[in-house]
């Protein structure tokens, strides 16, 4: 009885889309925010070399904590959007399909 619990059920194509969308979503929002972070602190070096500004590493790390958050918000607005995206791919797949329940409202 315990071996037959025990199998590793297999993802549905629907949770391999969701986990794939997801990585993606994660990925983009990591080179934004080390994209982000490469500017701002280009920026202010060019800034610093110039005269204009100081050298004070708490501009720096107000840089850190920006693209920080911005990966932070970025990823969770990202998962709800995989959901829609990959539940309407299905929709459409299955209404080619004729495995609809609904086909007109």
């Given at each position: 009885l315990k071996e037959a619990?025990?199998?590793v059920q297999a993802d549905t194509p629907l949770q391999e889309h969701l986990t794939d969308?997801?990585?993606k979503v994660a990925r983009v929002a990591f080179s934004i925010g080390f994209l982000l972070i490469a500017a701002l602190c280009i920026k202010e070096g060019i800034l610093i070399s110039q005269g204009e500004r100081e050298a004070e590493a708490s501009v720096f790390l107000n840089y850190v904590i920006i693209a920080v958050a911005v990966i932070v918000m970025a990823i969770p607005e990202?998962?709800?959007?995989?959901?829609t995206?990959?539940?309407?791919f299905s929709m459409k797949s299955m209404m080619v399909?004729?495995?609809c329940l609904v086909r007109v409202l």
């Open positions: 619990t025990d199998e969308f997801a990585d990202g998962l709800p959007l995989a959901v995206i990959a539940l309407a399909d004729d495995n």
